[in-house]
């Protein structure tokens, strides 16, 4: 294709000065490259790692803005070349293991999503499926094009929700209405242990992470604003969170968009139980006696490790795993701040399906090295993600989340309510009797209306 003459500049206003030099920080010591995600499933690819898109920012920026450019006038941007750098910047999960073996120190993930909205700006991104994000959600301010008014049709009859409260759980969509027996085996625990809780119901809308990791940010301001409002509100003063990726954009994103004072701490769940845990609380009933895994999320390990902290970010989880009776626990070889990402983040499911279920795959060839029946995760886009890795690959493991491994052994009944969305869940669960509890995979139904795929 030629040159297209009358193109737009491609520009750097949501980029900050400090990120500008950090493209420019490279040092090319291709460190990144031995550790990205995306180039191990796409070797031939390597315009999508960390050190190509730099040096490609700065050829392209250079058309346009340099001095040779100032005196001569600018290079129009080849259409070609504009399509292959898109996709090459879409082929990101941010997973952000790139910035934590950086030599340069390079911030990488708030590089790529300050490169990614100027690439929307001048209508190059998003890829793919990621397009219908801003739409689906401001429509009906889910991903799913549910019912708000449905959004705690699966808690069940006898469990006790507050409308507000010192503790709110933000369930996050993808547990209201895909992964069902996350939100209730959340809410047995809670009521298990007497926790007055509270949660939004309509009033909770999509965290948003979507718009903000494919570089669409319109509707990023206004969910922001209004969930904050929302646990304000509601007198919150400690907003746990089951969803990585919810916790994420809460505890990073939404004050960078809200105008005003948040008075209450966002916690992983998976911390909050780890206390009650030490307090001797948590009461288990039933051993799980199988050989579990840990994959640490992105957006709650290396995306908030220098936030919360990496006891927070790393170690709860697996110590709620190894408190449970009768659990054999292994980690992988690439774990925590090192972990393996899914394959999921960065809107690659929507975008880039095929190299999200490549990167699943390999993550679920690192579970069956170390010989795992569970792979456990406090993630419900990397569960949904891995699952379809395992369902390609033909593997055995089985997928869980880390609070239902908590309440199978605890006894408690996470029976799902029927609801308008039963027929949509699809995942792994653990069927428990007086004595043991047998692995189970839960079919769907319906197909439902997923046009993004299950993605952040």
Request: net charge neutral.
């Amino acid at each position: 294709m030629a040159d297209n003459k009358e193109s737009k500049p491609l520009m750097t206003g949501f980029m900050m000065s400090t990120q500008l030099l950090e493209v420019d920080g490279c040092n090319r010591c291709q460190e990144c490259m031995k550790w990205c995600p995306t180039f191990a499933v796409r070797p031939e690819r390597p315009g999508i790692t960390p050190m190509y898109k730099n040096a490609r920012w700065r050829e392209l920026m250079a058309k346009s803005h340099s001095l040779r450019a100032k005196i001569f006038g600018a290079k129009p941007l080849n259409d070609d070349e504009m399509k292959v750098f898109t996709e090459d910047t879409y082929s990101c999960t941010t997973c952000g293991v790139c910035g934590t073996v950086c030599e340069a120190g390079i911030k990488t993930v708030e590089l790529w999503e300050a490169m990614r909205p100027n690439l929307v700006a001048r209508g190059d991104g998003p890829v793919g499926k990621q397009s219908f994000f801003p739409k689906l959600v401001k429509a009906d301010r889910n991903p799913y094009q549910a019912k708000q008014e449905e959004r705690l049709c699966w808690v069940p009859k006898d469990i006790k929700v507050q409308e507000s409260g010192e503790i709110v759980y933000f369930a996050g969509c993808t547990a209201a209405y895909r992964q069902q027996a996350l939100g209730v085996a959340t809410v047995r625990i809670l009521d298990n242990l007497g926790v007055p809780f509270a949660m939004l119901g309509k009033d909770e809308w999509c965290c948003a992470s979507a718009m903000v990791r494919t570089g669409q940010r319109d509707v990023m301001a206004e969910h922001a604003v209004h969930n904050v409002d929302a646990l304000k509100d509601a007198g919150a003063k400690n907003v746990l969170f089951a969803c990585a990726g919810c916790l994420r954009n809460a505890a990073v994103d939404w004050p960078l968009w809200y105008e005003g004072y948040i008075p209450y701490e966002t916690m992983p769940l998976s911390v909050y139980l780890r206390e009650r845990i030490r307090k001797g609380d948590v009461q288990y009933k039933i051993p799980l006696n199988y050989s579990v895994t840990y994959h640490d999320p992105c957006h709650n390990g290396r995306h908030l490790m220098h936030l919360k902290g990496k006891d927070w970010s790393f170690e709860a989880s697996r110590d709620c795993i190894t408190s449970i009776p009768g659990v054999k626990f292994r980690d992988m070889v690439r774990n925590r701040a090192l972990q393996r990402c899914c394959g999921a983040g960065g809107g690659v499911k929507a975008g880039i399906p095929d190299l999200a279920l490549d990167c699943a795959k390999m993550r679920v060839k690192d579970g069956e090295e170390v010989s795992a029946e569970i792979m456990a995760s406090t993630c419900p886009f990397c569960r949904r993600n891995i699952m379809d890795g395992r369902n390609d690959a033909k593997s055995d493991i089985k997928v869980l989340d880390v609070v239902e491994l908590m309440a199978a052994s605890m006894g408690l009944d996470m029976t799902i309510p029927e609801n308008p969305y039963t027929k949509f869940q699809e995942q792994d669960v653990l069927v428990c009797g007086p004595a043991e509890c047998k692995l189970d995979t839960v079919e769907r139904k319906e197909p439902g209306k997923d046009l993004v795929g299950e993605a952040h």
